[in-house]
């Protein structure tokens, strides 16, 4: 099979995606048949040969080799919404910027490469309601353009305060009865919604125990990226835009990366109004944050001419994205952003 993408699949995609753009509270009722056997293929040629495998033990070249004798049933069982999505196994591994770890899922090399077929499809739709605060798991919208959006708001808007707001294991917290929820304001084919009911529901293998998976999503496949942007998308991204931001007294910026977001304001007592909303709101789906107490500690003032009074116990840095950021004096009215890991500078400069 050839590895480039037929016009014919491009154009499936281009389709949806102007749909969705022109009819924003549409449900798409019919998806499951972009997910073909050429595009499963595709997928599969983009994941690195030396990938580590899932719980079958079957590498990438195995996995290619074999296409043929696995990919009907595959399919098959998509359309009869009785996919077997393999357990994943997980594995530990550092967290950027933290001393402790994380974990990660392995899925199987076939899953995996379904995984991304669904996610392509489903990204045409959600990438034209995403907002432009998100970034992470998204075309050309990367940690280097998180970080030169925050950049940009810190030296170019009014703003005095960042709120430091770290999610408490976010992926393994996410509610799967408020996940299909989200899903169904724009997904309306029972194939799709029963595919990922089943990628929530696998089974995790770790140190040779299964564990069953009541809540949460493995952080490592392709459909846990996308599926945890929509969840922050109507949890955190709309309810700031349109709930907060026009009851607040001064201009206020949210920047997301996946599940790591700061908050900037222009007034303290905005920010502290927002921190409690804030822990209410997310408790009311199933997240917390590291530091749920309402708490000025948790404040950073950017600029040195802010008022001592209010200045008390505040920090001048604070850490996006295993970055950390420290904010600097340009000209007498302009602030930028210095942002350093201790391997390699990172960030708008």
Not at 30 to 42: F, G, Y
Not at 180 to 197: A, N, P, Q, T
Request: proline share 5%; aromatic share 8%; hydrophobic share 40%.
């Amino acid at each position: 099979m050839q590895r480039e993408e037929s016009p014919t699949m491009t154009t499936g995609l281009e389709r949806i995606a102007a749909k969705a753009r022109c009819e924003p509270k549409l449900r798409f009722t019919s998806l499951a048949h972009q997910i073909t056997k050429e595009r499963v293929w595709e997928n599969l040629c983009q994941i690195p040969t030396d990938s580590a495998p899932g719980v079958d033990g079957q590498t990438v070249p195995e996995a290619k080799e074999s296409f043929e004798v696995w990919i009907e049933a595959m399919l098959q069982s998509v359309h009869r919404q009785g996919y077997p999505a393999p357990n994943i196994r997980r594995v530990y591994i550092p967290k950027p910027g933290k001393q402790e770890k994380r974990p990660l899922g392995v899925p199987c090399v076939a899953d995996r490469a379904l995984q991304r077929s669904a996610a392509q499809v489903l990204s045409a739709i959600y990438e034209q309601d995403f907002l432009s605060c998100s970034f992470g798991g998204r075309p050309g919208r990367g940690a280097h353009q998180a970080l030169a959006s925050l950049h940009e708001v810190i030296s170019g808007r009014k703003v005095e305060w960042v709120l430091e707001a770290d999610l408490k294991n976010f992926f393994g917290s996410l509610s799967h009865e408020w996940m299909l929820r989200f899903v169904e304001h724009r997904v309306g084919d029972r194939r799709l919604i029963s595919l990922i009911r089943r990628w929530l529901k696998a089974s995790i293998l770790e140190e040779g125990k299964l564990h069953a998976n009541e809540e949460g999503t493995p952080q490592g496949g392709s459909i846990s990226v996308l599926l945890s942007n929509v969840y922050l998308h109507y949890v955190l991204d709309l309810w700031f835009e349109r709930v907060v931001k026009p009851r607040l007294r001064g201009e206020a910026y949210l920047v997301r990366y996946i599940d790591d977001f700061v908050l900037c304001f222009q007034y303290r007592a905005d920010a502290l109004r927002v921190q409690k909303a804030l822990c209410q709101r997310l408790g009311k789906f199933g997240l917390s944050l590291d530091r749920p107490r309402p708490s000025s500690s948790n404040l950073v003032v950017l600029r040195s001419d802010t008022r001592a009074s209010e200045a008390v116990n505040a920090r001048r840095r604070f850490t996006f994205w295993g970055s950390r950021c420290t904010a600097r004096a340009i000209g007498k009215a302009t602030f930028g952003l210095g942002c350093g890991r201790k391997s390699h500078a990172c960030g708008a400069r």
